[in-house]
């Protein structure tokens, strides 16, 4: 992210309030140019549809579309931003399990491409295919194991079972549904098989960055699967979904040729189909950071130092999964210590940090740093309200989301 001074944190603080969400737009784009470059080195058909699960503030969202990616949706909700944000139907890929009737018609009249992720979808879809009178395009979203110890993937058609390729047989037979896509995501949070708790949440286990060989694997067996299906049905496939879950846009490339390489040694290079891409984390995670102020520090009987911020778990949910990066401006000569780093909320889980920081006082600032991807969208008013959110794009400061207020909830 653009470097953020001593000085300006206070002056943003003083100015739009603590805590305080800040955005740079140079670091999205930086990391938009980045990403797409990697893989558009390596193959000659590359769309980049920004996953808006991620973060989804039309302000956030316009400099990503300015920068010509797609919108990659997970509900008629999130589509309806991306066509309010005048994305046309055609550079949108509507993902999600749970999308209504009207939802696909405006997506099959808008030309949008629709990955399917189950078989009450298919039957909608045939449905609505048979209503138009005409075959409508789709893709199917397929799950597969890949060396990813989990429960079973909710998502999508079954590869390995055969499951996958009785969809294929069906919208062959019935010639309502044309396949013209495949689809995968491998997961960033799985729920482990060796769980056998009744609390799913001890089950839960966050593998970020993955083993870019996972994602070999999965396109190895997308494109045996494209040749098996076109060679049993004539199926042609148009283009190659893989996804999003990427490190940050420093490390991408052997995830690059983890993918590009099974595809290019797998279609002949005429019919080679459109690689679509879905990141969102390596997009906006290092694009913004959290202002937050101490307002107590605190030393337990053990001499464990601990302080207290007025950010907590409510705006930085990630944080159940690995302490965030905090960072303190001053410059002290005083000897730096691991301190527990709370949030403001009545509960003992409210722990944002455990970081290396000096001794603090109520009204300095810490910087929550890297907290783009999913904090905000995922955030509650649990307690305290959402904070403003400062976009600065070159010399343009501006609020893209204002601090919420007690009018707002009424």
Known sequence: ??????????????????????????????????????????????????SYKVNYLPGLLDVI???GAWAEVASGFEYGIARKLNVPGESIVFNGPHKTKEELEKAINERAIINVDHFDEIC???EIASTLGKTVNIGIRLN????????????????????????VTRCSENGL??????????????VEKESSDNIPAK????????DHEAYRKAAEKMVNFAKEIREEFGIKIEYMDMGGGFPTVEGITPYVDAIVEPIIKGFNENDLPVLILEPGRAIVSDAAHLITTVVAAKEFPSGQRAVVVDAGINLLPTSYWKYQDIEFFKQSEQVYEGTIVYGPL????????????????????LLVKNVGAYNIPQSTTFIYPRPTVLLIDGNDIRIIKKREEIKDLF
């Open 1 to 50: 992210m653009t470097n953020i001074s001593d000085a300006q944190v206070n002056v943003f603080a003083e100015k739009y309030g603590s805590p305080l969400f800040v955005v740079s737009a140079d670091s999205i784009k930086s990391n938009l140019e980045t990403f797409k470059a990697g893989f558009c080195n390596k193959y000659p058909k590359v769309v980049v549809a920004y």
């Open 65 to 67: 579309h300015k920068q």
């Open 124 to 126: 909608q879809l045939e």
């Open 144 to 167: 597969m194991e890949v060396g990813i110890n989990q429960l079973p993937d909710r998502f999508g058609f079954n590869l390995d079972s055969g499951e996958a390729a009785h969809v």
């Open 177 to 190: 549904l044309n396949i013209t896509g495949l689809h995968v995501h491998l997961t960033s949070y799985i």
């Open 203 to 210: 089950g839960i286990k966050l593998i970020w960055p993955k």
């Open 346 to 365: 009545c509960l003992q889980t409210d722990i944002i940090s455990k970081a290396e920081l000096p001794e603090l006082s109520a009204g300095d600032r």
